[in-house]
């Protein structure tokens, strides 16, 4: 088992909302990362962090915020949460200098906007 | 573009059964392919992984296979169980580190 936690694990919320999914790990992974997953489709990194105070935005375009204050905490929040925002919201984090690219996964935020 | 495609979308088979999974990929350049298994409301946990040089792998009653030249793998599943009811993910590493997933199986096994 992965020692990699997300909070809340389910969580409902009217529009316009701020919002922030927790993220932590205690493994020491300097890399950690934020997927979305909608049904039936692939997982879309939307943010990405390879140590402290360093962010990057994915491939898919997100209009959530990610900070990495310290190296076992990953937040992602939404200034103004919309209907669109609801889905899956797993984090990962991988050691650096592990080459095969393993990652290990929270077991996911659920955010429905209503 | 990279792409990885995953087949069948989803199955149903009987407990005791055996299955297969398959992975297409379009990766290049490819440095390995992962199959990550899915339980419903959990994150994605890592089964096997596979480089160039191999041709299969075994891991219990998983046993993954791989053909760099036709870039493809499966997934063998032997004698399911009701625990393997899951989601299971085809997810290939490529240059720089890229990594591009599938959509995913959704295997569901019955009594």
């Known amino acids: 088992e992965a020692d990699i936690y997300q909070t809340p694990r389910y969580l409902v919320i009217g529009t316009g909302k701020k919002i922030t999914l927790e993220c932590s790990q205690t493994?020491?992974?300097?890399?950690m990362y934020w997927y979305q997953q909608d049904p039936g489709m692939e997982l879309h990194l939307i943010h990405y962090?390879?140590?402290?105070?360093?962010?990057e935005k994915g491939d898919l375009s997100s209009e959530s915020t990610v900070s990495r204050i310290r190296t076992e905490h990953f937040p992602l929040t939404l200034e103004s949460a919309r209907p669109s925002h609801t889905s899956q919201y797993l984090c990962?984090?991988?050691?650096?200098?592990?080459?095969?690219?393993?990652?290990?996964f929270g077991e996911g935020s659920r955010l429905t906007v209503l | 573009k990279n792409q990885v495609e995953q087949s069948p979308q989803s199955l149903i088979i009987l407990e005791g059964k055996n299955c297969t999974l398959q992975?297409?990929?379009?990766?290049?350049?490819?440095?390995?392919l992962r199959w990550y298994k899915q339980d419903t409301g959990r994150g994605p946990v890592s089964l096997t992984i596979?480089?160039?040089?191999?041709n299969t792998k075994s891991n219990g009653r998983y046993t993954a296979t791989l053909d760099a030249d036709t870039k493809q793998s499966s997934l063998h599943i032997t004698a399911s169980q009701l625990s393997d009811s899951a989601s299971y993910i085809c997810?290939?590493?490529?240059?720089?580190?890229?990594?591009?997933f599938g959509t995913g199986t959704k295997l569901q096994v019955i009594p």
């Open positions: 493994m020491g992974h300097d890399k």
């Open positions: 596979m480089t160039f040089s191999e």
């Open positions: 997810v290939v590493r490529g240059g720089y580190q890229k990594v591009t």
């Open positions: 990962a984090s991988a050691p650096t200098g592990d080459n095969t690219g393993e990652l290990f």
């Open positions: 992975c297409n990929y379009t990766v290049s350049p490819f440095s390995n």
């Open positions: 962090s390879y140590g402290v105070n360093s962010t």
